[in-house]
């Protein structure tokens, strides 16, 4: 049997005008002579060559596209319920870390703070307060003097300092 995909459908040449192979097209491709009746047996029409091509299925392409989308769906769904389970596992792990080691009071801190500052003072590392020398008795005086604005007398009030007396 000849191989009658090498016949060319634009080439007027190699068809009869029924569509079917001119026997001198096919006798020079099988290189003997052949009959009518064996041309028609093995089928080939003109035009059937782009049909031979492959051929696109989109319906099963998008079939196929459907179930990997809904495959990843249900990926993602089964990575987000383990991310809930862990997410809730670490929430129940750190709300018992946080009940056997509550965070400690403000009267805890002030003792612990007592606590290691007589531990220094015991190994002699606390800094004794130097006193101010100042180079003037305006320096003096204002160095104990409230800040403008922020210091308050006994009602509430504001007190401004107006004038410095000596």
């Not at 492959?54 to 179930?67: D, F, G, Y």
């Not at 003792?111 to 008795?137: C, D, I, M, Y």
């Amino acid at each position: 049997m000849p191989d009658l995909s090498k016949l060319n459908d634009k080439k007027p040449s190699h068809w009869t005008d029924s569509g079917e192979p001119s026997l001198a097209a096919v006798k020079a491709i099988a290189g003997r002579a052949v009959t009518r009746e064996e041309v028609r047996a093995i089928g080939r029409m003109r035009g059937q060559a782009s049909a031979a091509k492959s051929t696109r299925n989109s319906t099963v392409e998008l079939a196929e596209a459907r179930l990997a989308t809904a495959a990843a769906i249900q990926q993602l769904a089964a990575a987000k319920a383990a991310m809930k389970e862990k997410n809730a596992a670490f929430a129940a792990a750190l709300a018992e870390l946080q009940r056997v080691s509550p965070l400690p009071s403000v009267e805890d801190g002030i003792r612990e703070h007592l606590r290691r500052t007589a531990v220094h003072e015991a190994a002699g590392n606390v800094v004794q307060p130097v006193e101010p020398k100042f180079a003037s008795k305006l320096d003096a005086v204002l160095s104990g003097a409230p800040r403008r604005g922020g210091g308050r007398d006994v009602t509430g009030n504001t007190r401004r300092v107006r004038s410095i007396r000596a």
